[in-house]
């Protein structure tokens, strides 16, 4: 693991709350010594813009990695006849769509509002859960017709078992973990992909020979045989990003997400 890589204890402490806004504001105000770190998810993208009252600026960090991504998810009821997204929408013509997600103002909440407002131009109702297990037993009850999720969120798991049909995924590929769900571009519905990612971040001043150690015990870690199974297993893609890469690849997504929040106005105080 990183903390044998680093010849140095790794102590996780999770500081819940306000998307992930708690945990960030604490770490862009630490002594930016390489000993204190976020790990956070695309929240940290989606928030720059979502929040008006953020305890952090997007240029309090400098991206350290981006070890992993999952590609968002519409997925639904078995038993619904629809094969995939397009012959969903085209069957719920006329009708009130509604889907679900965990919150409001999660990745899957966006990507999925967006993709109705904007690729498939039909209204939908979003019916937000207290988490993600409540938003699948919804759909597994037929109590919402969609499902807006990522694969590595559980879904990945529940489609291979069959208990969620898979109609689309928001990625430039199909998923190698669930290969029979069509991608939303395949489906005639643009080049657009959105994901979850897993990142890790310091405080900006923090020493840039520090930041490249951290970056090559991450990628040491998830360039390990068995966690690219463990990763590839559940839905997510490792990922082995360079930490200029990871820094650039974080910058666009904060435009993506951004540009998205924006589009569907959404906004918390």
Known sequence: GVSERLHQSVVVENRGGAGGNIA???????????????????????????????????????????????????????????????????????????????????????????????????????????????????????????????????????????KLKGLGIAAAKRAAVVPDVPTYAEQGFGDFSAASWVGVFAPAKTDPKIVATLNEAILDTIKSPTVQKRLTDIGFDPLSLKQPEAQAMFKSEVDKWGHMVKVLGLSVK
């Open 24 to 162: 960030a504001g604490l770490v862009a105000r630490a002594n930016p010594d390489g000993y204190t770190v976020l790990v956070t998810t695309t929240a940290l993208a989606i928030n720059a813009t979502l929040h008006q009252n953020n305890p952090f600026k997007i240029d309090d960090f400098t991206t350290v990695a981006i070890a992993a991504s999952s590609p968002e998810a519409l997925v639904t009821n078995p038993k619904n006849p629809a094969k995939d997204l397009a012959e969903f929408v085209k069957s719920m013509k006329g009708k009130p769509i509604t889907f679900g997600s965990a919150g409001v103002g999660s990745g899957s909440h966006v990507e999925a509002e967006f993709f109705f407002k904007e690729l498939a131009k039909v209204p939908a109702t979003h019916i937000p859960f207290q988490g993600g297990a409540p938003a699948i037993n919804a759909t597994l009850g037929n109590q919402i017709d969609l499902l807006a999720t990522t694969l590595g969120g559980g879904a990945a798991a529940q489609i291979k078992a069959g």
